[in-house]
């Protein structure tokens, strides 16, 4: 499995977090999914407020760069080129800049470590795929 998250800043003349949904889901999501198909998970998450230490509320309230977290993953790494050239249009990036801040945004492949802690930390094991691999 291939994954990626991409952080963004919403546009400085988006007043709200219900336009930023608006904007992205209604305008730049449905021009992509019609492009490119749907990868296995494409999940857009908004930030609803900073968390500090230990679940706490952050005391600033804006101190994330961020304004939602958009979750991909793809069979394989080709399998994502090939999705995201499909929405490298016009009418997609378009959409992008007037929903996101044209400087503040970041994307990155990352791998999943998953264990199974439910027998506590003491006796957590690493979760292998059915064929043995991690």
Known sequence: MYS????FRK?????????????YENGEIPI?????????????NYIVRPVGKHGS?????????????????FDDAERARDWFA?????????????????DQHIA??????VYDTSAGTAGAARILDQDGSE
């Open 4 to 7: 990626m998250l991409a952080c």
């Open 108 to 113: 990155f492949a990352y791998e999943v470590d």
């Open 86 to 102: 499909k929405g490298d249009v016009p009418q997609v990036e378009s959409h992008w800049k007037r929903a996101f801040h044209p």
């Open 32 to 44: 992509v999914l019609d492009l490119g198909g749907y990868p296995p998970l494409y999940r857009r």
């Open 11 to 23: 546009h400085p003349d988006v007043k709200s977090k219900d336009e930023l949904i608006d904007l």
């Open 57 to 73: 509320d952050a005391e600033e309230a804006n101190s994330l760069p961020f304004d939602v977290v958009t979750q991909v993953e």
